[in-house]
């Protein structure tokens, strides 16, 4: 236990240096944007314009506007948007995270179940018409944008729809349950492929071990060995790459939020980098940024309580 | 006792002939392992397959623009969104001029009066059931325009037309879009040059009396038109145009996008930056990561330690929110962001390999003989890295065009009017229900060059993976 409570200081030292690193970089960023932040109050007087300065700090060396910046981040407060005035970017993350996060809980689940199991079944059939049928797929997987994947489902689906006068499937927009099975579908696609492969290679790792001719020796019905002696073991991998698909995840609904015109925090993140909205943009990076990094940490820490062969140290990723 | 009984006598052993008869021997030529895992290479289908895919590829980015000179960045306002075609024909048709469109109207209403003039309805009248009659062209239409004239209907105040694409002959009842309503006159008429195009059309018109009752639709009217396209436009096209005659429009083989610029052109154009953006990110990362691993790698200790924790950080950064971070505050164009945040990788995989490769013995024989680091490694380390390198850039190649197309599809690709894949992609998919093939091209572009880069690079690993050698 002491080994991992080392490596758990350790990583969540990175994990908090990660994102401090992260913030330190928006604030640079911040700063090294042309432009008065002020400019868009009208009418200012010198006096206004004097207060306003100081209730935002901006009369402050940089430094100790940094202090006030990391002081306000550490409270969670991202500033308030460029050009949606009055509109917090906590209140927009408030009002549109929950939805991406349903999307992207969705898709993850889709994508690991698929893969987990898409993969065993063409390790189990290595080199039959399945399993060559499985690794076309997966690299057509890698292979396709999404936004691809997306724009190409919508347009048959909508076909379909007109054809058969249906509505049971909507291309697009938030609401009820049926809205969410499309863009997830294609969210989890991409993790799911990859997902898939990695299965694939980590089953085929466990299938010829020692433990497994023991196993079949002693009788152990094949479904029981799968379960209990292949699965097990083979899954970990999959564990692991969990916390970088949340990652792929997140980035993925960037895009498909906006094609399937979802009101989720990626669609907004999208939004704000077209209007060059730029707390907005600063704002969602730390927070995307954090949380990331957040969910990595947390998978990865599961994976070492899971584990006990796992030498924690020398493991960074 | 039993060394004794399992040692050959003498007498057990036969004196072979020598040099050893053809028959005897059993050699296979000597092989270098990248001679190897050449042959295994060109032995794999789906890598020969994506080779010569890339292969094409490299063709058309390079020698494209001599073979196909076409301005990628010249819009043509006739030819807006248009489908694939070869050398399409049109007829140049002239473009009414208001003037002229109203002369036309007035020589009509004195050279056809109505047959019977209908009698003027009673004062308070509803307007009843006759819908208006006699809907007819006037002189030919074109997809410049369409003239319609109509008689007039005793108590309307005005007429609405109506137009429905040929399509819409199937559905009964439908009128399609009202386009203009007309004022009452004794020779009603109205020009339609509403974004006509060839092909089949319905118009209809319905009459209103001052209360805004509507009449029934008249008996729609018809009207095929062949394509065509007015004198300036044409010129354009071809210098050699005149009135009335059909004319060769230039071929787009992949069709124009929403400002009618050539979409093959503007694809070659966006292979250059795409591929060049693919392939020199992977290689300038691969550069750095080489310089700063193998330092890590071969000095060890505390430049090993700061290196390490340093990419660290980096690794645990999310990598696409940075490239975004660093593109939209920075300015900084797609290629610097990827290479900035993608050396890591070769960098570590760089120290790891020298590392493993460092306490063999053939770098401490060498080392034993005198070798300098800088001897070491270039002529021991570097090249042993070589094909796991290789592997890893065939792969990283895929993963910076994807990058560069995702960035560009959130809108922060290359400054228009230059396009690469990814923003071709971005602005076809505005019109992607409309005109697909703006999107789909792009898309196609896209998903084959890294599906080839992809296979190339499972290929490669295969190839040059010595457990696999020997195995079919």
């Not at chain 1, 604030?27 to 306003?52: M, N, V």
């Not at chain 1, 790792?205 to 029981?224: I, M």
């Not at chain 2, 003989?369 to 070491?376: D, E, I, M, Q, T």
């Amino acid at each position: 236990m002491n080994g991992f409570f080392r490596y758990f200081l350790k990583r969540l030292a990175l994990g908090v240096l990660t994102v401090f690193v992260l913030a330190t970089a928006t604030f640079t960023a911040l700063h090294l944007i042309p432009g008065d932040p002020l400019l868009s109050e009208k009418e200012q007087t010198p006096e206004l314009r004097a207060s306003l300065m100081k209730q935002y700090h901006l009369d402050q060396p940089p430094l100790v506007q940094y202090g006030y910046f990391l002081k306000d981040l550490s409270r969670g407060e991202f500033g308030i948007s460029f050009t949606q005035p009055n509109r917090k970017v906590n209140d927009i993350i408030r009002d549109h995270f929950p939805v991406s996060a349903t999307l992207g809980l969705l898709a993850i689940s889709l994508a690991a179940t698929g893969g987990i199991l898409l993969g065993s079944f063409s390790a189990l059939r290595r080199g039959q018409a399945l399993d060559r049928a499985t690794l076309f797929w997966v690299i057509l997987g890698v292979s396709v944008p999404n936004f691809v994947i997306a724009a190409c489902l919508q347009l048959a689906i909508s076909e379909f729809n007109q054809k058969t006068g249906t509505e049971w499937l909507p291309v697009g927009g938030w609401g009820s349950f049926h809205h969410r099975i499309l863009p997830a579908i294609v969210l989890a696609l991409g993790t799911q492929a990859f997902l898939t492969r990695l299965m694939r290679s980590s089953l085929l790792e466990v299938v010829h071990q020692d433990y497994v001719r023991t196993a079949r020796a002693k009788g152990l019905s094949p479904l029981r060995i799968f379960f209990v002696h292949q699965l097990k073991n083979a899954v970990l991998p999959v564990l692991t790459y969990l916390g970088p698909s949340i990652a792929s995840v997140t980035t993925g609904g960037f895009v498909v939020e906006s094609v399937f015109a979802i009101p989720g925090l990626g669609r907004y993140f999208v939004q704000a980098i077209q209007q060059l909205d730029y707390t907005v943009i600063l704002g969602l990076t730390v927070f995307y940024g954090s949380f990331l990094v957040l969910m990595v940490l947390a998978v990865d820490l599961l994976y070492g309580l899971v584990d006990p062969r796992i030498s924690l140290e020398g493991r960074t990723r | 006792m039993s060394t004794t009984s399992n040692t050959p006598a003498p007498s057990e052993f036969e004196r072979l002939p020598w040099p050893r008869p053809p028959e005897a021997r059993r050699e296979r030529p000597s092989r270098s392992a990248w001679q190897d895992a050449w042959l295994r290479l060109k032995r794999d289908a789906w890598a020969v397959g994506s080779a010569s895919f890339l292969g094409a590829l490299a063709v058309f980015t390079l020698a494209g623009p001599l073979l196909w000179p076409i301005d990628p960045a010249a819009p043509s306002l006739a030819r807006l969104s248009e489908l694939p075609s070869l050398g399409r024909q049109v007829r140049v048709v002239a473009k009414d001029t208001p003037e002229t469109a109203a002369r036309a109207a007035t020589e009509t209403v004195s050279r056809d009066t109505p047959e019977t003039a209908p009698p003027a309805p009673a004062p308070g009248e509803t307007l009843a059931a006759p819908p208006p009659a006699h809907l007819r062209l006037l002189g030919a239409p074109n997809v410049l325009g369409v003239r319609l004239v109509w008689q007039a209907l005793p108590g309307a105040a005005s007429y609405t037309v109506y137009r429905a694409p040929g399509p819409a002959l199937l559905h009964a009842q439908a009128l399609g879009v009202p386009l203009a309503e007309v004022p009452a006159s004794p020779q009603p008429h109205y020009q339609d040059s509403f974004e006509l195009g060839p092909g089949p059309w319905l118009y209809s018109v319905v009459a209103q009396n001052s209360d805004g009752d509507e009449s029934p639709p008249s008996q729609p009217l018809k009207v095929d038109l062949e394509p065509g396209m007015a004198l300036g436009d044409a010129l354009s096209e071809n210098a050699e145009a005149r009135l009335g005659e059909l004319i060769s429009l230039k071929a787009h083989p992949m069709g124009t996008d929403s400002f009618g610029r050539d979409l093959l052109a503007r694809l070659i154009q966006g292979a250059r930056i795409s591929l060049s953006i693919g392939l020199l990110a992977p290689l300038l990362a691969l550069f750095i990561g080489l310089g700063v691993g193998g330092a890590a790698g071969l000095f060890g200790g505390k430049v090993d330690l700061w290196v390490m924790r340093v990419t660290d950080v980096f690794l645990a950064l999310p990598f696409l929110l940075v490239a975004i971070l660093l593109q939209v505050t920075l300015g900084l164009p797609p290629l610097t962001a990827l290479v900035a945040l993608s050396w890591v990788g070769p960098a570590r995989l760089v120290r790891g390999q020298i590392l493993q490769l460092r306490e063999q013995e053939f770098v401490q024989a060498s080392r034993l003989l005198g070798a300098g680091p800088v001897h070491l490694l270039l002529q021991h380390l570097l090249p042993n890295t070589l094909g796991v390198l290789l592997v890893a850039v065939t792969f990283a190649i895929p993963q910076a065009i994807f990058t560069e197309a995702f960035l560009s599809f959130i809108g922060l690709g290359v400054e228009p009017p230059a396009a690469s894949w990814g923003t071709l992609c971005n602005d076809g998919i505005r019109t992607f229900l409309t005109s697909p093939h703006e999107f789909l091209f792009p898309a196609l572009f896209i998903s084959g060059t890294v599906l080839s880069f992809n296979l190339l690079g499972d290929a490669l690993r295969d190839a040059l993976d010595p457990k696999l050698r020997g195995r079919s």
